[in-house]
DNA sequence: TCACTATTGACAATGAATATCAATATCATT
DNA sequence: AATGATATTGATATTCATTGTCAATAGTGA
């Protein structure tokens, strides 16, 4: 039987813990919420989310917790056209993100093949390329039987 | 002899007189600098580089000129790692940016090709796909040289 | 040149995000 | 389990970028 795996919210705080930083309530509900919610949440949707599990939760607090999961790395920022306020769990290595431009869904895929596209174009402007970044934005397939 | 062309500002100012707006001095001011600078501006920037340009400049009329140049597609918002506060001039056709990580150097390119990379992940995902965002990030020419 | 009115700059107001601070809760140690 | 040092909390105040207000000014077509 296999040793069970713990849940990527447990992962987070014992993060948390590990650098220091104290497990409490407010910091469980917001880890829980931005975890497992699986669609981008900016600061005042994990707030409303989060304090159906924390009655006394504070939208500062929110804040916080937001920039020490960032800080520890297991979140990060999500670039959308309209802002870009929300959060995600942060990819795994090299992934990119396919978002759902309806209902803010998001999943990370990897297997892209830009060295070709990267070499022509380092050798035709002469930049030393560093870094990329390849993001999809489209209908999940929930939206797209909605939308129907 | 060939006509001379248009200039890039000549062909905003244009525009703005096409679509009922007037072409005054401090709207000339900040299309020159947006037009013309080859560097990622935050409006604040805008405001220091054209203020040379109309003395009377106001930071207000810098927010306004880019709103104004944003709406009629000539200048958009550019998303970096640390802020997306910063325009340049907007893409021509199916482009993307190559963006120096120094200087804010800006380069477009096009020919990129991820048809199959997308026909991939929409399979695999249920996902319709209807945009993609590729944006490369690197050390231009100038600012290797310098780094040296 | 003139008159209409869009535009301007200064100032006020908004809104997201951050700093302050006394009260509270965590957790290593007892 | 109890303790106590101190990190954390929520409420409030504050900052800073951006947007609204408004009388004075300047562009534009006639």
Known sequence: MPEPTASI?????QALHDNGYR???PRRAV?????THGRVLNPYQVFELARARCRTLGLVTVYRTLEKLEALGLIE????????HAYLPAKIGHQ????CQ???RAEYFSGDDLEALI???AARTGYQIREHWLQLFGLCAG????AS
């Open 9 to 13: 919210p447990d992962t987070w705080l």
């Open 23 to 25: 497990v409490t309530a």
């Open 31 to 35: 880890v829980e919420v931005v975890a």
């Open 77 to 84: 920022r999500v670039h959308q056209p309209h802002g870009c």
């Open 96 to 99: 990119h993100l396919l978002l």
């Open 102 to 104: 309806v209902c803010g």
């Open 119 to 121: 070499s022509r174009i």
């Open 143 to 146: 939206c797209r039987a909605g």
